[in-house]
């Protein structure tokens, strides 16, 4: 049974946006922190950015400035906008919900999506 769905990746040229929405059961009722991690091939997961029940927001620095998240508790939903996208963001982007924010700084989280690919080339 996925507890996380994930869809919106794909294939975009250098510039271009996508945008990443990630679909919790509502079974499981909503979670303190929501986020997107992502892996590159050869390299460790990071966190991209994570969104907290109330507002708060943290976005990775490798991102800033490009990337937003927002989160919509009444669908328990959350999603990620990627603008100007470059090659490094090349990555299988994961969605993650944990109730406890600091297990997710630490890049561990209760729930895990399947994950998506997300492919930045020309």
């Known amino acids: 049974q996925a507890h996380l769905v994930e869809s919106g990746g794909g294939s975009v040229e250098p510039g271009g946006s996508l945008r990443l929405s990630c679909a919790a059961d509502l079974s499981l009722g909503n979670f303190y922190a929501m986020a997107w991690f992502r892996q590159a091939p050869g390299k460790q997961r990071e966190l991209v950015a994570v969104a907290a029940r109330g507002g708060g927001t943290k976005i990775s620095e490798s991102v800033e400035g490009r990337f937003s998240i927002s989160r919509d508790d009444s669908k328990n939903t959350v999603t990620l906008e990627m603008n100007r996208l470059n090659p490094e963001d090349t990555a299988v982007y994961f969605c993650?919900?944990?109730?406890?924010?600091?297990?997710?700084?630490?890049?561990?989280?209760?729930?895990w999506g399947q994950g998506i690919q997300v492919t930045v080339s020309s």
């Open positions: 993650a919900v944990d109730d406890r924010l600091f297990r997710v700084l630490q890049g561990n989280a209760e729930y």
